[in-house]
């Protein structure tokens, strides 16, 4: 605007010269000339405005064009649960332990916290367990790379896109945590993962201490119980396992739920109180307890084989 009344100024200036003097028919050349320079320069002015606009938003435009929707990655920044948030997400978050979610351009993603993955499917408004057909999907709101999902009476989570560093650190290492290293520098964090984690990790050796069938109780495992020889159950830590009787090992795979045996159905199993409950049907069940350390210790050395005519004599 200044520069349009400088130029303005300096033509009214010139016209006030140049009038002394002049004819009439000078005077209206002279106007016609001074309307046209004017017209010339708002025309300048507004095309200059223009184009100042443009170069104002290129910031806002390339993040338009580069933000891809809510398909990336993800951390978890903040948890509602049952109406408050999350103590444990948010420390666990201040020492680099987080909760990530991956969310795939084909509808497909997963929950991921310390090195455990949860499946999930996704639209355009709802995530949802592509393995769970009783719960219901939740929505989710995304906006500039912030996804917030809604759960039930105000719980939620709200996760924001890794940045570019953090996508590539979480690509090469994933979320597994190197949890007695993570203790040994945060103390404060042993009542996470201390006792209560190991009396709630079913990972480990045990023998069969009950076995009912049909409603009654095996009198020949019972026998064998009681002279010394059992049936072993054995859970790794990679999802794999066996049930070992009379060095006959019958493998499994296993997750928090089931026990799966090649060409069967899953059993299901409970785990409490370092005992852990194969259930067949209502009548038909197993009962394992898991091994003392020097119960595992001669189960490690020596397997379950069994000399059978040693026991008998």
Same mark, same amino acid.
């Given at each position: ?188 964090? #042993? ?80 785990? #409490? ?22 119960? +595992?210790?001669?189960?490690? +050395? ?6 059978? #005519?040693?026991?008998?004599?």
């Amino acid at each position: 605007m200044k520069k349009k009344i400088a130029v303005l100024t300096s033509v009214v200036l010139t016209v006030s010269t140049v009038l002394m003097g002049c004819t009439a028919s000078d005077v209206a050349e002279v106007a016609s000339a001074v309307e046209e320079i004017a017209e010339q320069e708002m025309a300048a002015e507004e095309a200059q405005n223009a184009d100042d606009q443009e170069k104002s938003m290129p910031e806002e435009s390339a993040e338009a064009e580069t933000d891809d929707g809510a398909a990336g990655y993800y951390k978890l920044v903040k948890m509602v649960e049952d109406g408050e948030e999350s103590s444990m997400m948010a420390e666990l978050a201040q020492v680099g332990v987080n909760m990530y979610m991956v969310l795939s351009e084909d509808g497909t993603g997963c929950y991921d916290f310390m090195g455990d993955q949860t499946k999930l499917a996704w639209d355009d408004k709802k995530i949802w367990d592509p393995e769970d057909d009783e719960t219901e999907p939740s929505e989710y709101t995304y906006k500039d790379g912030q996804l917030s999902v809604t759960g039930d009476n105000g719980d939620g989570m709200d996760f924001v896109k890794l940045t570019d560093e953090e996508k590539d650190y979480y690509l090469e290492n994933g979320s597994d945590v190197d949890i007695e290293k993570l203790l040994e520098e945060n103390e404060s964090l #042993e009542w996470l993962f201390g006792d209560a984690q190991e009396e709630d990790n079913p990972i480990g050796y045990y023998k069969m201490t009950e076995y009912m069938e049909n409603g009654e109780e095996s009198e020949d495992l019972k026998m064998l119980m009681e002279n010394g020889v059992y049936m072993y159950l054995v859970l790794n830590e990679d999802g794999t396992g066996c049930m070992d009787m009379l060095g006959d090992a019958d493998e499994f795979t296993w997750n928090d739920k089931e026990l799966k045996f090649e060409d069967t159905d899953p059993s299901e199993y409970t785990y #409490e109180d370092d005992v852990i409950t194969v259930t067949e049907d209502e009548k038909t069940w197993m009962k394992f307890e898991r091994l003392s350390e020097e119960e +595992e210790k001669y189960y490690i +050395e020596n397997g379950s084989d069994v000399d059978l #005519e040693k026991l008998a004599g």
